[in-house]
Each structure stands twice: as structure tokens, then as C-alpha cells.
């Protein structure tokens, strides 16, 4: 490839334009950081195995009807995206609580959801990524009240596909967080990553609360055997079921 | 009165019991906290000004169909009330964007609202009062849909009362606070207080932004002249229009 152009950096990817300008170059990085950026880390060889993951995951989406951004992996830490305008939410599904949700509610870590629940956080860093309401979200314009009906069809649906193929693997898909973007034809396409970086996945062979971790928490709350986490989680993808 | 059975004491307000199930009697404190707890002091006069602006308002509201815990006031910091158990919710009405709303969301202070925002936050001070979801607030059973709907016409209702009688005294009422609670029929009644303590209310001879406040933000800011500016709002309440 010729020199290439970074469009953008964020904590774990660099977007680099290319020739083509509907598609970007994302480059995985092994750097971790968490609350809000407050933990820096690094992850020994997480670029490689989340872009890899995230590849798997979005083809097997891709298969289920769910159009995504990947268009391809061409390193093994890097892939080819169609060039999407994100939308600034995160878009969060919870199967069982955890994380903010329960520093919020109260809620015990793990209790199971009757039914899946989305949400919508503010995606600024300045504001601390903060839940939003949809009263809040419509009244900040940062989706209208169709694109908020689409994004959560379309969550739930990726949630479906995720938690089954998950399942099939001896992992509980506790909650992940997805980023959607509009290409330049206005297509709604998945977006961002998807990976240990942005899933709540657990080891249904392990009872204890922390070494069934698989995800970043092992890196948020220094659990150890982080890569090995995140290599396990690789395995089990790649594995037929 | 005979020796009064405290049956429970909050930052402002101590309720005890009386002769008769159905009833308590409030004492308005002078006792002011805020930043849930972490600000205390006290704001002279304060106690039995709140509790005539509250009955003032209370009356106000019950002559236009809204039905309220209050019975009388009996003292200058004193008043009867209807007994009821407290929906564990503080309803939010905003019409223009002020305090936590811009914290959480970059909105500038002083936005004026499409329409009325209606919000819920769990009152849970060891949370800290978070901001509720829709769908958090039904996960955690604090109230049933219909209730939700309920509480979100009432305050909505109450808005429309409140915004024009203070409209028709030359204060802008920014934002506000509504607890709700049911008798011992099950009747949903308007509780708590409606003070500068519960109200943002901003005096619109004043533009500078610190001189136009006249509410609870003047002790929470320190920006000084507390009890002169709970003076003033008592006055306008009770001035005739």
C-alpha cells in the first residue's frame, strides 16, 4: 500500500483513508484503556485477535441478513470497511445485568433480564459517555424517532444471532455495545467492532465471578490473563459448532 | 398537641404522626443540603417559608382538579397532610434546560425546551439519584406503565398551573421536582413540598445569571442573599394577579 492517510484515531483503531473514498483502512491496536480513558493499558496481541473476531462476527451477521460495514481482513490486524458517517450513540443490549447498569440501579451483577434491554448512551468522551433517555436522545437530534425504532430492531436481531452463536460455544453474551453508521447511499450499516473490547462475554464452565470473565473487565478490574482471555474468546469463535 | 412519634426525617422536612392513621404532620426545617448530602448548611426562615409557599401551591393546585396530600397548615413551619407511601420516583418537569440536564447532556443552561421535558429518577440517595430509563424504571418495578403515565400527565398538568401562575408574577419557572405517593385507598396525590428548595425559578427583571435565581441554586452555588430571594418568591405567591 502507499502512505496512507489517518482520517482518524481513536482508543483502539486507526481509520486510514484509501484509494477508494467509500472505504477506510482500520488499523486494530493492541492499546486498552478504560473508564472513559482514565486506565491506559496495552493487551498483548488484542489488535490481531479482535479484528479477527470482529471479521467472523460481522460475516456471520453478514449471512443473517444484517448489513455491516466489513467489507474485508487484510492483515491480520487490519480490515477494509466501507466508509460510514457514525452516529453517535452506543447502542447497548443487556441480557443480564452488569457493568453501569448496576451502579445505576442496583440491580445484582448477573441477573437475568426478562427481556432483553437496550439502551442508548451519549457517545462524548467531554460528557462521559452518559445514558441517555429517548426524550433526551430526540431532544439532542442525534436520531429521530424512526432511526431509534430502527437501531433497536436491529440490536435486538444482532442480539439474537450473537447470544445463540455464543451459546452454541459455552459463553453467556451478557451485554456488548454496538455503533451504527450511514454510508454515503444513507445505508444504516453496524459499525465499530465487535469484539471482547465491546462484549460482556462469561465462561459457562467457570462459576467463580471472576474467572469466568472473558472481556475487558479482566483488563477494567486487573483480573490477569487478559490476552489469554481474549485468545480463548478467538478460539471458541473460530471453532465449528 | 400531645408528644409527637417521629415516623420519619428527611434533609428538610420531619413527619410525625397524629391521632389519626390517615394524617401526619410535616415540620418545615431550615436545614438545606445539597449534591445529595455532601452540602449541608441552613437558610434562615427557611422552614416556614416553604411550608406557606407549598400550601399556597397545593391549595392552588387542588382548586384545579389536582389532588395533593394536603390538608392544612396549622403552624407557620407546620401542616397537615394525608398519609401517604411515597412512589420511590422524583418526577422532573423541565421547560428549560438547567442543572443535571446540562451536565448530561451539553444542552446550554437557559435552553428553552421544545416542549416540556417530563424525567424520572430513582430516589435512592445511596445511587445518588440516578437518572431512570423508561425501561429501567419498569425493570425495577417502581412503578407499573399505566402508573408511569399517570405520573407523567399529572406533572405535565401541574406544569401547565405552576408555569403561568409564576408566568403571571414575572418568574419563569425552569424546572422542578414532584414526588407522588398513594393513600391508604390507593389514590396516586400529589406529596413532598413545591418550594424554591424543589422549583428552579428565575426572576425575569434579572438577566444577569446569577442575580435572576431565586431558588435552592443560590445556596447550592453560594451565590449569597439565600433567604432574601426564598423571601421574595413567598411574596410573589401570595401577591394577587
Known sequence: MSVRQKLYEGKAKILYVTEDPDTVMAHFKDDATAFNGQKQGSISGKGAINCKISAQLFELLEERGI???????VEPNQMLLRRVKIVPLEVIVRNLAAGSLCKQTGLAVGTVLKHPLVEFFYKNDDLGDPLLTIARLLLLELATPEQVEQLREKALLVNEILSEFFQNRGITLVDFKLEFGFDSQGELLLADEISPDTCRLWNQLETDENRRVMDKDRF?????EVDAAYQQVLEKVLSEK
Chains 1, 2 share one sequence.
Open 67 to 73: 448489513s455491516t460495514h466489513f467489507l474485508e481482513q
Open 220 to 224: 477494567r478490574f486487573d483480573l490477569g
